[in-house]
């Protein structure tokens, strides 16, 4: 899945990956998405993830979804991991 940067972030954007107020802060060009069903699935390969990386936004429920988390593992590709919402239809 491809990934954008909302249109207010600054021009110059910080060497490292941030959020703040849900906007992301990046000069990466891009990131790594993974979309899982269950936030069991998606838990387990965060948990995998974060081991010696960086943390940007802990995975956990978000406005949009039941679980999100954005980090950069140790060889400085950034993830985005979430859950699909399920619809009832």
């Avoid at 940067?5 to 790594?32: C, D, I, K, Y």
């Avoid at 593992?73 to 239809?89: E, P």
């Amino acid at each position: 899945m491809a990934y954008d940067v909302p249109s207010q972030a600054p021009a110059a954007a910080p060497a490292a990956t941030t959020r703040e107020n849900g906007m992301t802060l990046t000069g990466e060009r891009f990131f790594v998405s993974v979309r899982g069903e269950t936030a069991d699935e998606v838990s387990a390969l965060w948990d995998k993830l974060a081991d010696g990386a960086e943390i940007i936004e802990k995975f956990g429920p978000s406005q949009w979804a039941p679980g999100f988390g954005m980090l950069t593992d140790r060889f400085g590709v950034t993830w985005i991991l979430d859950v699909a919402v399920a619809y009832a239809g």
